[in-house]
């Protein structure tokens, strides 16, 4: 299958892409600098098409003559004109309306656990559950997949939580700490991307965590313990 991907360069993507090339598949990648895709094609079996979420022309070659598509793009923070409006929501948009132009039969998006359109959710989950209705009302096909916290190297947050263990002597805790995580496996994660470009039965919205649930004391005891020091916890 040929699939169009967004997303590719970042921490999931790149999982994603070595885990599609492997199974046989032709991808190909948007990167809004194409200077910093190098690790993409030298993969080999990667096209890159130079373009953003608000190029639309980027969009419709992104798509042209696709089988699949795969929209990882979001944002933890937002920053100048990366909003989470517009990124989770404009974006995805614009990425489902030129997959449905171009005739792609199936879309793969990926939200968040925990999105949700309560007036209480935080404007990452709202917007994550306003990016996954505009995926429903696309008209493809699709598989809406949510993860858990995403452990591997290049984990943003998992590296935010390795460098407070491993520098400051005091390691802050939200709330109580007592809540449980339940962290996966990037290459979980790519494979459960995969199956489900591969697989059109797989219809629907899929929460996806690991084996173990931790509670937020728990993941620091085993950095702790991983990097052999004791902290201070408030």
Known sequence: MKVAITGATGFVGGAVVQRLLRRGHVVRALARNPEHAGRLRDLGGVEIVAGHLDDEAALRALMAGADAAVH???????????TFERIHVAG??????????????RFVHMSA?????????????????AGEEAVRNGGIPHAILRPSL???????????????VRFSPIVP????????LQPVWIE???????????????????EIAGPDQLTWHQMVDLLEAALAVTRRRV
């Open 188 to 206: 979980d994660v790519a494979e459960a991307f995969a199956v489900a470009v591969e697989r059109p039965e797989i219809t629907g919205t899929f």
């Open 72 to 82: 990882l793009v979001g944002i933890i923070m937002e920053s100048g004109s990366a």
């Open 173 to 180: 805790i939200i709330g109580d700490g007592r809540y449980l």
């Open 150 to 164: 995403i452990a591997g190297e290049g984990s943003a947050p998992l590296r935010m939580m390795i460098d407070l």
């Open 113 to 129: 656990l925990g999105a949700r359109a309560e007036p209480a959710a935080s404007a990452y989950h709202r917007t994550k559950a």
């Open 92 to 105: 995805t948009m614009r990425v489902v309306t030129a997959a449905r132009a171009a005739g792609v039969g």
